[in-house]
């Protein structure tokens, strides 16, 4: 089961997070990833999203809340959905190459799924929607975009309760 989690960051964690950057490598590297990466806002680094393949929600959980940064506080929330992998590649596959980093963008709603086929398929890095742990309920949706204007292109922006969008680069060992 593929679940996306996304570490945000507290405040005054980067001395933190430079410090354990090789435990939290070395910790993904025992991981079936889908993407990985971190977020920025203004160029500061703002939380940590990785797309993880797992038996089933309390390993995903597991997964969110056993990683390094998290358990030596340097996060101050962590969201954890089932996900799946519409594109059915991983973020490595993406034809646009790593250079140029891009876009997380989450959609989050309830009730009648919606945006379940990508819109330019080409230019996204990763897609698919949120997911109750069982996989009953759509919960929104969440992609990988090259670019900021890809969102509008993305989301049915007037079918979500709310939008994020937040730079994102390529992360893990080059």
């Known amino acids: 089961m593929e679940f996306l989690c ?3 960051d507290r405040s005054g964690s980067m001395p933190l997070r430079s410090r354990l950057v090789e435990e939290h490598w070395s910790y993904m590297d025992g ?3 889908i993407a990985r990466g971190p977020t920025f806002l203004d160029g500061l680094v703002t939380g940590s999203v990785h797309i993880v393949d797992v038996p089933d929600a309390a390993a995903a959980r597991a997964f969110a809340f056993e ?4 358990q030596a506080g340097g996060y101050r929330d962590v969201l954890v959905r089932r996900w799946r992998n519409v594109l059915g590649r991983t973020m490595w596959d993406f034809a646009g190459g ?6 997380l963008v989450l959609g989050f709603g309830s009730g009648e799924a919606t945006d379940l086929v990508p819109a330019r398929p080409e230019e996204l890095i990763a897609y698919g929607p949120l997911l109750s742990d069982d996989g009953a309920a759509w919960l929104g949706t969440a992609a990988l975009v090259r670019s900021a204007d890809l969102t509008s292109a993305v989301l049915t922006l007037d079918r979500y309760d709310a939008v994020e969008v937040h730079e994102w680069e390529f992360g893990g060992r080059r």
């Not at 990683?67 to 998290?70: D, G, N, R, S, V």
């Not at 790593?98 to 876009?103: K, N, Q």
């Open 6 to 8: 996304y570490h945000r």
């Open 31 to 33: 991981f079936s990833l």
């Open 67 to 70: 990683e390094p940064i998290y």
């Open 98 to 103: 790593r250079e140029g980093g891009g876009r």
